[in-house]
Structure formats: C-alpha cells, structure tokens
C-alpha cells in the first residue's frame, strides 16, 4: 500500500503534536523528541547513553501519557534477575492453582535505567521482548504492549561494576542518541519553572493511533536508488580499515524502516538521501566494533560513519516517484 500524500500530511501534524506535547516536559531537545518518537513509530526500540539528571525517566513517561499509554521503569542492578523483568508464576494457595505475575516490560513504554549494571543473564532477558514483543514464561507465551517501546540507559561516566553490553543485543536497538544537557535558554525556563518533569501531560493521542501511523509508514515510497545507497554505506561499513565489525543486515533494514516514518513525519510520501545522511549515525554507529588500535588513536564509530557518509556518493535524484 502506497502512502496518499493527504495522509503524509495528516501523519506530520500528528507527529508535530506528539513531539510538542512531548517538549512540555523536555525542553530544548525537540530533535531526540522527534527521534525517540520516530523510532517507536517505527517499532524499534531506544538506547540513551546520558549522563544522570538530563530527563530519560521524564522523557519515557512523558511520551506515554501523550498517547494514552503505559510506562514502567526498571532499575538494572547486579542482583536482578530474569523473572524480575519478564515476570513469574507464583502458585496461589488460596485458589489451588498457579498465577502469572507480570514483569515491568508489560507495558507501552519501558524506561530499562542503567542496563549495563545488570548481569548478562538479566540483560538477554530483554531480547526476546524486544525482538519479538512478547515473553515466554514457563512455556506460555505472552504478548507485551502495542505500541512496545524499550527505552534502555546507560552511565558513561561510572563504569564500576558493569556489564558491557554484547554486540548482539546492541543490534537490537534501533538507535543510540543521548538526551543532553539544555542549553541555557531552556535550562533558564526550567529553573523558573515552565517544564516540570513531574507534570502530568495531557494525551493527545492514543496507543492506537501510533500503530496506524506505523502501518501509514510502510507505505512510504523508497526510491531503488535510495536503498542502494544504504546498501553502499552498510558496505563500507564492513570494508573500513578501522573497522572489525561492520553494520549487519538487521541494521540496514532499521536505517530503512526509520527513514520511511521520518519522511512522512516531514510531509512527503517518499525518502530522499538527505533522510539516509540525517539518521546514518544514530542508526548505525552503535553497531560497529572498531579495531583496538583504532580506539587507542581516539577514533569513535560516531567518526567512521561521518566519513563513510562523505566518501559514499548519495543518488542525485530526491528519491520520488
């Protein structure tokens, strides 16, 4: 099904809305709003990696109560387990039979802070969720929220007694952004109290209407020549000489899907390579694994996509129909 563009534009001023709505919360940082919300448009899910006091839990929540949805926050520690996650059954004996206790991660919007301090096994508990979108506990499976967004955190600065995360749960996130700290004019309106990240929102939309604004998405027309140039950065990804491990398959079609949501979130029905170079790094760069001699020059996968996008020539045309 193609995108009409009536629909393109509808999509757009809903999207502008979520996102304002979104910033009554989060001042000053309308581009992470609008990338955040157009990865669970898009059914990805989110890794932040932030310094502590910049707004994850206030940006978590605030997204779900702009669509009506529900949000759960788990706080990784050394000492949490799977079932802590997913859930448990727990026989009742009143009633003589076993009852299932759900986990957090039944819900719209899950904020999963500093996950790297939980141990791998707690960690891996995540993956099925986020992958397939539900949980299998004692062999009955169990399907999470729709829409079903992991917003998952971690410190920069304290790395004691973490976990790093492995490359094949990296992979699972759509996207690695970092909120930030405002800048002066909005850390100026928080201190005289226009955003309170307590306050309650008002929904503006329903969980409903971002699943039809994903399925509008898929419509979104992707010029042959714009999927050969993601398939060209993804290439060079793997052949840079700085690089061990390039961006996989499953990269290429998370970089694909999100620039189809960007695009009609901007208004058009199809995508241009300005929509390809604008997402590229917080698509791609988490994916990579640099060579260690790399990394002891101070090179940063932030910077090998950077170049690839300047070596790898984009299409000439704008990618419409």
Do not use: C
């Not at 502008?16 to 990338?35: P, T």
């Not at 079932?83 to 059954?89: L, M, R, S, W, Y």
């Not at 990579?288 to 020539?313: H, K, M, N, R, Y």
Request: hydrophobic residues 45%; glycine residues 8%; without cysteine.
């Amino acid at each position: 099904m193609t995108i009409a563009q009536v629909q393109t534009t509808w999509f757009a001023e809903t999207f502008s809305l979520l996102a304002e709505n979104v910033e009554q919360a989060i001042l000053g940082k309308r581009h992470v709003v609008e990338l955040v919300l157009a990865t669970a448009i898009s059914g990805g899910h989110v890794l932040l990696e932030d310094f502590p006091g910049t707004g994850k839990t206030a940006l978590a929540r605030a997204i779900a109560q702009t669509v009506h949805g529900t949000n759960s926050r788990i706080q990784f520690t050394p000492d949490l387990l799977p079932g802590d996650v997913t859930g448990v059954t727990v026989f009742d004996q009143k009633q003589g039979e076993f009852e299932f206790h759900a986990g957090p991660v039944f819900a719209n919007i899950v904020l999963a802070d500093e996950i790297n301090r939980a141990s791998p096994k707690t960690q891996s508990a995540l993956l099925e969720v986020m992958e397939e979108g539900h949980v299998t506990v004692d062999g009955v499976t169990r399907q999470v929220g729709d829409p079903f967004l992991v917003i998952a955190t971690q410190n920069p600065i304290e790395q004691g007694g973490t976990y790093r995360l492995p490359e094949a749960q990296l992979d699972r996130f759509m996207i690695k952004t970092s909120v930030g700290y405002p800048d002066e004019a909005a850390t100026l309106r928080i201190l005289q109290g226009v955003a309170n990240p307590r306050k309650t929102l008002d929904a503006v939309a329903t969980t409903e209407t971002v699943v039809a604004m994903g399925e509008l998405a898929r419509g979104v027309y992707v010029n042959p020549l714009i999927s050969d140039y993601i398939m060209r950065i993804v290439d060079a990804s793997r052949r840079a000489t700085e690089v061990r491990l390039g961006v996989s398959v499953r990269g290429a079609i998370a970089l694909s899907r999100l620039v189809m949501t960007w695009a009609a979130a901007h208004g058009r029905t199809y995508v241009t390579p300005d929509d390809v170079r604008e997402l590229a790094v917080a698509a791609l760069a988490h994916r990579l694994v640099l060579e260690p001699e790399a990394e002891f020059d101070g090179v940063t996968a932030v910077d090998v996509i950077g170049q690839i996008l300047l070596d790898v020539s984009a299409p000439r045309e704008n990618g419409s129909q």
